[in-house]
C-alpha cells in the first residue's frame, strides 16, 4: 500500500486547528473558581465559602483571580496562555441545567449546536470522518447536526473492524480500487486510508505523553490525552467536546469542588505540556452553563445563578483577564442576588472560531444576535 | 384514555388492510402469493449481465433506495423490454396507494407514538419520539414497495426540513412528518406548501409563531417569510426583494401555535388582533386590506404560481434524479410540465422520469447520501434488522441522522459535502458483511451468493453490472467478498 504515515493529508487538513470545548456540567460557582479580589462584600456574604484573600492567585492587577487549586493553570496563565472571563454567560434566565445547557451547546434558541455548525458552515474543505469526536459515551448538543462526529471511549473506535480480526487486506484492496477511482472519493478515500495509518500507529505504539507531561488517573485526564494523541498524529481532528461532570455544589460545596478544579487544572495543564509547541494550533475553551448565587445557602453551599466562568487556553490568546468582575452589591445583582452576565459567552467564542476557519459563516453559526 | 386511542389506531390500520385485501383481489395470482408472504418461488435469481448499468438497475438505484435482487427479478418480469419494464415499474410507483405494502405498515405500527394525536405526542419523552420516528423512516425505507413515495418523502423532510433539536419541534416534528410530509408527498405542491406553513412543527422552526404586529410598534418577525420565498418556493434569485418578504411577512401575522394548556398545546390558530390587516403588495400582486386569515392563501396562491418556483422545484427533483449539475433541458422540461399540471408533482415526476438525462444520461453518478449508502447495503443483502438503532450511530457519525439538519436548507443532495464518510461506509461495510453490526442486524452471506450463482453474481446484483476484473480480483484476494463490494467505488454511487 502507497499509504505512509509521514504525507500531507490534503482533505482534512495537516494544518487544521482543533478547538476543545469542556463543558463542565451542573453550573460551576464563578466566584470560587475565579473569585474577586478587594472585594469586602464578597466575604460578607460568603463567609465559608469565601476564597481567602491572601490564597488567590492574582492576575496582574485585574480585580479577580485564579482560585489556588488553578496553580498548574496558573503558570500558563504566566506563559501568557490562558484568558480568563469572569461574569460571562448566555441570556438563559431559567437557572434550570436543562435549558441553560441547551441553549449554550446551541447557541441560542435554535436547532442543532454551535460545535456543530460551525464544522459543516466553516470555509475550506469539507470536514473529514476524523473531524470531530466527542470524548465520552453520549454525543453532546454541542455537536449536533456536524457533517461527521463520532462519539468515543477509546481509540479502538476508528480502526476498522478491529472486533473481528484485521482488516488488512480490505485496506489495501481498497487502497487499490479507490486508487484508480477518478471521481471525487478518489482523493478522499487516500486520505481516509492515511488517517486510518495514523491513527493505527498510534493503537499500536501507544507512546507516552510527550515533554514529560503526566496526566491523571480519571476519565477527564484520559480524553484530554487522547485527544492529544489524535492531534499530534495529524488525523483532521477539527473539534473536540469532553464533559468535566459534578459541579451543581447546593451543599458541602468546597469538599466537592475542590478536587474537580485540581482535576480541571492539572489535567489542563498536563495537555498543555504533552502537546507543547503544537498548543500553537489548539484551542481548549472551558464553560458552563451558569454561574451560582453570589450569597451562600444555610448547607455551605450556593444555589443556581447567572455570570459564570470562562477559561480559555491556548491557541495564539494571550494571557489576560477578558471583561471584569462586576461589584457584588445589591442594586447590580440579578434575579434573587445573582451575578449580572456581563459578556457573553458567544462574544467569547466568535473571535475564537474566526480563528479556526469560520470565515463568513459566522451568521450560521450564531444566527440569533 | 391511552389505551382506546391505541385500539383505534390498530383498528384504522385494519380498516387500511382490509382495504388493501379488497383491491387485491383483483390482481395477479403472483401478487397475492407475494402478499401472503410466500413470495415468488425462490430459485436463483439472474442478477444483471451488462458491462454498464443496465436500464431497470439505473432506474431502481434513482427511484428506490436500492436494488433488491428479488426486486430486479421481478421488474425485469414486468415486460419484454427493459424499457417497458421500467415503464410498468414507474407506472407502479407512481400510484403508491394501489401498492399493497402490508408488510411494512405492519412493521411500522409498533412505533405508537408517531401515530399519536397532536396533543398526545408532548406525552412522549422527546428522546423516545425521534427514535420511533428514526426507526419507522429506516424501516419504511428499507421495507416498503412504495420506493418512490418513500423517496419522495425524503427530498420532502430536507426540503421542508425541521431540525427536531429546536425547541418543541421534538414533539410536534413527528405530528409534520405524517400531516405534511407524507400527507402530500405526491399529491399537489401547493397543498404540501400550505399544510407546512400551518404545521405545528414549522410554526415553531421558523419562528412563524411569534410573528404578530398587534399594533404600529411591533415589526413582523421575517424568518418563515424569508424561507417560504427564498427555499420553499421562489428560490435564491427568484426575483423576490427585501420587501417581499417584509409582506408576506405581514400577511402570516397572526398564525401562531399554543404552546400551553394540556390539551390546546400544539393547536394552531389565528389570531385576528395580532394580524396586520392593512393592504399588502407581494411579488407584484396586490392584497387588499381586511383580507384577515385569508391572506395567507393569497400568498400562497401567488408564490405556488410563480414561474420561478416552477423552476426552483424543477432544478431541485432534477438534482436528486439525474444529476448534481442537470442539464438546462432537463430542467426546463420538468419546469413546463410543473407549472402546466399546476404542480402535481406525479404528472412533475413523471416527466423527470422521461428526460433523455434520466433515460440515456450517465449512470452511477449520483452519490448515495449515508442514509441512502446505508438503506441500499441492508436491501441489496437482505438483511435482517429487528432494531434500527445502530444504524443511528453510523448514521450520526456520517452527520446524516434525519431530522437532525440544524439549518432550513436541509441536508444537501450533491456528492461533495459527503466525501468525508468513506471511513464510516468502509466500517459499517465490514460490520454488516461479518455480521457485526448488532445482534439485532444479520445477513446470510451464503445464501446471498448461493442465490445469486456466485460471487460475481452477487457483485452484479449490488452493482448493477457485472464486475470489472479489478473488483473480481480484489474481491478474490481479499475472501470477503461481500465487504469489498460494499466499502468499494462502485457502491457508493447510485
New interface residues.
Given amino acids: 500500500m502507497a499509504m505512509k504515515g509521514t504525507g500531507i493529508i490534503s482533505?482534512?487538513g495537516d494544518q487544521q486547528r482543533t478547538l476543545v470545548v469542556v463543558f463542565l456540567r451542573g453550573g460551576a460557582d464563578g466566584l470560587t473558581l475565579v473569585p474577586p479580589v478587594g472585594n469586602s462584600e464578597y466575604y460578607r456574604v460568603r463567609p465559608t465559602l469565601g476564597v481567602p484573600e491572601g490564597d488567590i492567585l492574582k492576575l496582574g492587577d485585574a480585580n479577580c483571580g485564579l482560585n489556588p487549586a488553578f496553580s498548574a493553570l496558573y503558570d500558563i496563565y504566566k506563559d501568557g496562555c490562558l484568558t480568563v472571563v469572569p461574569a460571562v454567560g448566555s441570556n438563559d434566565d431559567t437557572r434550570s441545567h436543562f435549558y441553560a445547557q441547551d441553549l449554550m451547546e446551541?447557541g441560542g434558541?435554535?436547532?442543532?449546536?454551535w460545535l456543530?455548525?460551525f464544522l459543516?458552515?466553516r470555509d475550506g474543505v469539507?470536514?473529514?470522518?476524523?473531524?470531530a469526536i466527542a470524548l465520552g459515551k453520549a454525543?453532546p448538543?454541542v455537536l449536533?447536526?456536524?457533517?461527521?462526529?463520532?462519539?468515543m471511549e477509546s481509540m479502538d473506535t476508528?480502526s476498522?473492524?478491529s472486533?473481528?480480526?484485521p482488516?488488512d487486506?480490505?485496506k489495501e484492496?481498497?487502497g487499490?480500487?479507490?486508487g484508480?477511482?477518478e471521481?471525487?472519493?478518489?482523493p478522499?478515500?487516500r486520505d481516509?486510508l492515511q488517517?486510518?495509518e495514523r491513527v493505527e500507529k498510534l493503537r499500536r505504539e501507544d507512546l507516552p505523553p510527550m515533554n514529560g507531561a503526566e496526566y491523571g488517573d480519571n476519565s477527564f485526564s484520559n480524553g484530554l490525552r487522547q485527544a492529544a494523541r489524535l492531534i499530534r498524529a495529524r488525523v483532521g481532528l477539527e473539534a473536540v467536546s469532553l464533559d468535566l461532570e459534578g459541579w451543581d455544589s447546593h451543599f458541602a460545596q468546597e469538599t466537592l469542588i475542590t478536587p474537580l478544579m485540581t482535576r480541571l487544572s492539572d489535567g489542563l495543564a498536563a495537555f498543555h505540556r504533552d502537546l507543547g509547541k503544537l498548543m500553537k494550533k489548539v484551542t481548549v475553551v472551558v464553560m458552563t452553563e451558569f454561574g451560582r448565587r453570589v450569597a451562600e445557602n444555610s448547607s455551605f453551599g450556593t444555589d443556581h445563578g447567572r455570570g459564570g466562568t470562562m477559561l480559555v487556553m491556548g491557541g495564539t490568546e494571550r494571557g489576560n483577564v477578558f471583561g471584569e468582575m462586576p461589584e457584588l452589591e445589591t442594586g447590580i445583582l440579578v434575579g434573587p442576588g445573582d451575578v449580572p452576565v456581563k459578556t457573553d459567552y458567544r462574544e467569547v467564542l466568535k473571535p475564537i472560531l474566526t480563528q479556526h476557519g469560520a470565515g463568513g459563516s459566522m451568521a450560521?453559526i450564531f444566527?440569533v444576535g | 384514555m391511552k389505551q382506546r386511542e391505541s385500539d383505534e389506531v390498530s383498528r384504522r390500520h385494519f380498516l387500511r388492510a382490509t382495504a388493501g385485501l379488497a383491491l387485491f383481489s383483483t390482481s395477479s395470482c403472483e401478487r397475492v402469493e407475494d402478499w401472503l408472504g410466500l413470495g415468488p418461488k425462490e430459485g436463483p435469481v439472474v442478477p444483471p449481465s451488462g458491462e454498464g448499468i443496465d436500464l431497470i438497475s439505473h432506474v431502481l438505484n434513482r427511484t428506490t433506495f436500492g436494488p433488491t435482487p428479488l426486486e430486479y427479478a421481478r421488474v425485469k418480469g414486468l415486460a419484454d423490454t427493459e424499457e417497458d419494464a421500467v415503464a410498468a415499474f414507474l407506472d407502479e410507483q407512481l400510484n403508491p396507494d394501489e401498492l399493497e405494502d402490508k408488510r411494512a405498515q405492519r412493521a411500522v405500527r409498533r412505533f405508537e407514538a408517531i401515530h399519536a394525536p397532536l396533543a398526545e405526542m408532548y406525552e412522549y419523552k422527546e428522546a423516545f419520539l425521534l427514535e420511533q420516528l428514526t426507526r419507522a423512516t429506516l424501516v419504511r425505507a428499507t421495507r416498503s414497495k412504495r420506493q418512490l413515495f418513500e423517496i419522495m418523502a425524503h427530498f420532502w423532510s430536507d426540503h421542508l426540513n425541521i431540525?427536531?433539536?429546536?425547541?418543541e419541534?421534538r414533539w410536534l416534528k413527528a405530528a409534520d412528518d405524517r400531516e405534511v410530509v407524507r400527507k402530500h408527498a405526491l399529491g399537489k405542491f401547493s397543498d404540501l406548501v400550505r399544510a407546512s406553513a400551518l404545521s405545528p412543527a414549522m410554526l415553531w422552526?421558523l419562528d412563524g409563531r411569534e410573528n404578530r404586529m398587534r399594533d404600529s410598534s411591533e415589526k413582523p418577525n421575517e424568518n418563515y417569510a424569508r424561507e417560504l420565498l427564498e427555499l420553499h418556493t421562489l428560490g435564491v434569485g427568484g426575483g423576490y426583494t427585501q420587501k417581499d418578504v417584509m409582506e408576506v411577512a405581514r400577511c402570516f401575522s397572526g398564525w401562531t401555535v399554543r404552546d400551553k394548556g394540556r390539551f390546546y398545546k400544539g393547536r394552531v390558530e389565528f389570531h385576528s388582533e395580532a394580524h396586520d390587516d392593512g393592504s399588502k403588495v407581494v411579488l407584484g400582486h396586490e392584497i387588499a386590506s381586511g383580507g384577515g386569515e385569508k391572506d395567507l392563501d393569497d400568498v400562497l396562491e401567488i408564490v405556488c404560481e410563480h414561474p420561478s418556483t416552477a423552476r426552483h422545484l424543477a432544478e431541485k427533483l432534477c438534482i436528486r434524479f439525474l444529476a448534481d449539475e442537470p442539464s438546462k433541458a432537463s430542467i426546463d422540461a420538468t419546469a413546463k410540465v410543473f407549472s402546466e399540471s399546476g404542480g402535481d408533482l406525479c404528472k412533475t415526476l413523471r416527466s423527470v422520469f422521461e428526460t433523455d438525462e434520466f433515460l440515456n444520461g450517465a449512470r452511477g453518478q449520483k452519490?448515495k447520501r449515508p442514509f441512502e449508502f446505508i438503506v441500499s447495503a441492508l436491501r441489496g443483502t437482505r438483511a435482517k434488522v429487528s432494531s434500527e438503532m445502530d444504524l443511528v450511530?453510523y448514521l450520526?457519525?456520517?452527520?446524516h441522522a434525519p431530522f437532525?439538519?440544524?439549518?432550513p436548507d436541509g441536508y444537501p443532495d450533491v456528492?461533495?459535502?459527503?466525501?468525508?464518510?468513506?471511513?464510516?461506509r468502509?466500517?459499517f461495510a465490514?460490520?454488516l458483511s461479518?455480521n457485526?453490526v448488532s445482534k439485532e442486524i444479520k445477513i446470510n452471506q451464503d445464501e446471498l451468493i448461493e442465490k445469486a450463482g456466485g460471487v460475481a453474481g452477487l457483485a452484479a446484483s449490488l452493482l448493477g453490472r457485472i464486475p470489472s476484473k479489478?473488483?473480481l480480483a480484489?474481491m478474490e484476494?481479499?475472501?470477503?467478498s461481500l465487504?469489498?463490494l460494499l466499502?468499494?467505488?462502485g457502491f457508493?454511487?447510485r
Wanted: proline content about 8%.
Fill in positions: 482533505g482534512n446551541h434558541p435554535v436547532a442543532g449546536g456543530g455548525r459543516r458552515y469539507p470536514p473529514s470522518a476524523l473531524s454525543m448538543e449536533r447536526g456536524a457533517p461527521a462526529a463520532t462519539v476508528f476498522l473492524g472486533q473481528s480480526g482488516t487486506r480490505l484492496e481498497l487499490m480500487l479507490y484508480k477511482d471521481s471525487i472519493l478518489g478522499a478515500a481516509t488517517a486510518l450560521e444566527p | 431540525d427536531v433539536s429546536k425547541k419541534c422552526y452519490l450511530d450520526i457519525r456520517m452527520g437532525q439538519y440544524p439549518t456528492a461533495s459535502p459527503w466525501t468525508g464518510t468513506l471511513l464510516w468502509w466500517h465490514i460490520a461479518r457485526d479489478e473488483e480484489a484476494r481479499t475472501g470477503e465487504a469489498l466499502a468499494s467505488p457508493q454511487w
